[in-house]
């Protein structure tokens, strides 16, 4: 079962901040999280494993709340290349299964 | 290292007409996977293999069928291709073998359209 992602759709002016939200129905082991440009392929941003280990970029973070089965991605002064679609991923039973994602559009 | 390899880029079929996906990846990966995006829907999982020998069916494998003879190889066949496959395709691969908790790195994709 795909994660739940929130909000679908962003857009904001440069500089500003965002959060993407996502939820499992199912226990989590790790969560990732990726972004992908029109036309290119998703890129790795960050894995989220349990007790709280954290690998990922330097301008982008997040948190992982194991109990609630939520994690958060947090962008803070958005610049033009943040513009993309965001997924995140949740791991069971060998499988990564991704959210259906989040647009974020960041204008001059 | 060129990474994660797809061909062909675009590819437009028949329906009922048959053809393979090719992915190859040259970082000695042990765990590779399918996936198919289609708008609105995400990426959803095909097939993925944990290493040489052994595949196992992802969230939507009916149409489908995949084999993991080498390391660097995993093809994704369509036995039969139907106007629903229409979409873009993309192979990935990790180091972790047994579970799919490192990075993912993924291929350029294939566009597919069958009419």
């Known amino acids: 079962q795909q994660p739940v992602q929130s909000p679908q759709a962003v857009i904001l002016r440069e500089g500003e901040d965002a959060v993407i939200n996502c939820s499992s129905s199912?226990?989590?082991?790790?969560v990732h999280w990726y972004r992908q440009k029109h036309g290119e392929a998703p890129v790795f941003l960050m894995i989220?494993?349990?007790?709280?280990e954290q690998k990922g970029h330097e301008k982008i973070s997040a948190s992982f709340n194991e109990k609630k089965q939520q994690s958060s991605l947090y962008l803070t002064a958005s610049q033009l290349s943040y513009s993309g679609t965001y997924f995140c991923?949740?791991?069971?039973?060998?499988?990564?299964?991704f959210g259906t994602g989040t647009r974020l559009t960041i204008i001059p | 290292n060129a990474g994660v390899t797809q061909t062909p880029k675009f590819q437009v079929l028949k329906t009922g007409q048959s053809m393979t996906l090719q992915c190859a990846q040259d970082?000695?990966?042990?765990?590779m996977s399918w996936y198919r995006q289609d708008p609105g829907m995400g990426l959803r999982l095909i097939h993925y293999?944990?290493?040489?020998?052994?595949?196992d069916q992802g969230e939507v494998p009916n149409g489908y069928n995949v084999s993991r003879s080498t390391t660097e190889d995993f093809p994704l066949r369509l036995l039969s291709a139907a106007p629903s496959q229409t979409s873009v395709y993309f192979c990935?691969?990790?180091?972790?073998?047994?579970?799919?908790?490192?990075?993912?790195?993924f291929g350029p994709g294939t566009r597919l359209l069958v009419l």
């Open positions: 990935a691969s990790s180091s972790q073998a047994g579970g799919p908790v490192e990075t993912q790195y």
């Open positions: 199912k226990a989590l082991y790790s």
């Open positions: 989220l494993l349990k007790g709280g």
């Open positions: 991923g949740t791991v069971g039973n060998e499988k990564l299964t």
């Open positions: 970082m000695n990966h042990e765990y």
């Open positions: 293999s944990v290493g040489a020998g052994i595949t």
